[in-house]
């Protein structure tokens, strides 16, 4: 299941937007995504990072927080 929180105002259209993290783990792979979705106007942004990803820095950000609103997660979902 996703975590999802509120976590602003829609740049667009000013309604809430939510922020959701997902977490995927399957053998060697680990998939950790973020989106920001307007539930109004529907905009949105995503960024996920993969473990298999050889373009991957560390400038790159941090998987276990938000790129969008600095948000970190608790911990890894199940």
């Known amino acids: 299941m996703a975590d999802i929180q509120a976590s602003g105002s829609c740049q667009k259209c000013g309604a809430t937007t939510h922020c959701k993290y997902n977490h995927f783990e399957q053998d060697d792979l680990v998939i950790d995504s973020w989106e920001h979705k307007c539930q109004d106007c529907g905009a949105r942004e995503t960024t996920a990072f993969r473990s298999d ?16 609103c600095g948000r970190k997660t608790s911990s890894y979902m199940a």
């Open 53 to 68: 990803d050889e373009d991957a820095q560390p400038e790159n950000g941090d998987p276990l927080t938000c790129p969008y």
